[in-house]
């Protein structure tokens, strides 16, 4: 996952109780979201950008 770092989300998925399907052109990935696929308080975390491009939570925070 770490090559995706910096990269853009071109589009998501959400189901709240099973998955965040996260796609980056022709490639992606699948989060589980389901309390027994969890070994802590989150499965995953994203930082939006502020005005300027640089990771901010001017831009938003999300955290599943």
Same mark, same amino acid.
């Given at each position: 996952?770490r $090559?995706?770092?910096? *990269?853009? +989300?071109? /589009? $998501? *998925? !959400?189901?709240? *109780?099973?998955?965040? %399907?996260?796609?980056? /052109? *022709?490639?992606?990935?699948?989060i589980?979201?389901?309390?027994? #696929? #969890?070994?802590?308080? !989150?499965? %995953?975390?994203?930082? /939006? +950008?502020? !005005?300027?491009? @640089?990771? #901010?939570?001017?831009?938003?925070? @999300?955290? @599943?």
């Open positions: 996952m $090559c995706y770092i910096g *990269e853009t +989300v071109d /589009g $998501c *998925e !959400e189901n709240p *109780e099973r998955l965040l %399907a996260l796609h980056f /052109g *022709e490639h992606g990935f699948v589980p979201l389901d309390d027994g #696929s #969890s070994l802590g308080p !989150e499965s %995953a975390h994203m930082i /939006g +950008v502020d !005005e300027n491009g @640089w990771p #901010s939570v001017r831009g938003g925070i @999300w955290i @599943w």
